[in-house]
């Protein structure tokens, strides 16, 4: 009896320090910190400006916050392995572009518009992939380039002027309408948020309980002692840019359906709005570390600092001043971390 008493006591010691470890660690820590932040700056707001919490002021914050967290969580599962991804806003824009070809110029049923923009995302990813993992050119080169090849193609197929989806039945449904408003009324919460949320739980899961996640951990912590454990190391890098694309097909998607047009000049400058919602949610530079529930409180972060600048009438420059303090706070706060480890 004594003996069983031990052991019990032994593992009830080890699943409470085990817990204690998961409860401060530096990644935990971090989005408590975000998300007190969160809290703050709506607490400040509040108080600065009475227009700050209307409905439709939150609504708006909402709508800015679903393509922007959709964003950020592509350059998650990126970010994870160690890379970067600086192609997620123009992609975003050329997928949007190309939904615009297919409902608008070619007159085709909404669900392929759909399909194609997340398939064309999907095969910009897989490039990108291919080009950092078979190409050997560093992640920063490789989307850099597939950036600005992106931003011209948008302008070249659209003809340099933008797509309307006025002829498309219920695409701005995709958006701007509210499902949980038909169940309830008085929450009329925007799909574009709903689909927001649905994502972040399905990258989660994607991330904690599936080989591919595992393998985004691992490659981010030690991508050569994945390669000498003879893992096909190209074919999961290449696996994780392209569903990364695929998610930018999503962002273009709700960004169309909430303009009900695609804009091509559109798009550059998301990007470091997505980095800096990741890098603020306490995903790590270096990679191999991150969660998807970190990178949403960083998304609405930067939404409500933009939002709550704009209703405070802060001029529109010092609104990207204010943006670049927070990524380079963000990064050096990302600095800290590592060094504790």
């Known amino acids: 009896m004594t003996l069983q008493s031990d052991t019990a006591a032994l593992s009830n010691e080890r ?4 817990f204690r470890a998961r409860l401060f660690s530096p990644t935990a820590l971090q989005k408590l910190l975000a998300f007190t932040s969160l809290i703050l700056l709506l607490v400040f707001f509040s108080f600065a400006s009475p227009a700050f919490m209307q409905m439709d002021n939150i609504l708006g914050i909402l709508q800015a916050t679903a393509v922007n967290g ?9 970010i994870i392995t160690g890379g970067i991804d600086l192609s997620v806003g123009t992609l975003m824009t050329f997928t949007a ?7 608008t110029y070619w007159h085709l049923p909404m669900w392929i518009g759909v399909v194609a923009a997340i398939a064309t995302g999907a095969l910009c990813g897989t490039i990108s992939g291919t080009l950092t993992a078979k190409m050997k050119i560093p992640p920063f080169i490789a989307t850099l380039g597939m950036m600005l090849l992106l931003k011209g193609l948008s302008l070249v197929v659209s003809v340099d002027k933008p797509i309307y989806f006025t002829d498309t039945e219920n695409f701005y449904m995709i958006s701007q ?15 574009a948020v709903l689909i927001l949320f649905v994502l972040a739980i399905a990258s989660s899961i994607t ?6 996640g595992r393998y985004t951990f691992a490659l981010g912590s030690n991508e050569e002692a994945v390669r000498l454990s003879g893992v096909n190391v190209d074919r999961w890098k290449i696996a994780i840019y392209g569903l990364g694309g695929a998610i930018c097909g999503v962002a273009g998607l709700l960004i169309a359906s909430r303009l009900n047009s695609a804009q091509p000049a559109l798009g550059q400058g998301y990007e470091l709005e997505a980095i800096a919602a990741v890098v603020i949610g306490g995903t790590s530079l270096s990679g191999g570390s991150g969660t998807i529930l ?4 960083g998304a609405f ?8 600048l704009r209703i405070m009438s802060v001029a529109q420059e010092w609104q990207i001043v204010v943006t670049g303090l927070i990524i380079i706070l963000a990064v050096y706060a990302d600095i800290l971390r590592r060094k504790k480890r």
């Open 294 to 297: 970190g990178t949403i409180i």
């Open 177 to 191: 309408d509210s499902l949980i408003a038909y169940f309830l009324p008085s929450v009329p919460v925007p799909n």
């Open 15 to 18: 699943r409470t320090s085990g």
């Open 97 to 103: 572009v190309i939904c615009g070809v297919f409902l």
């Open 207 to 212: 991330l904690n309980r599936t080989a591919l």
């Open 301 to 308: 972060i930067m939404s409500v600092l933009t939002n709550g």
């Open 70 to 78: 959709v964003l950020a969580i592509a350059s998650t599962f990126v």
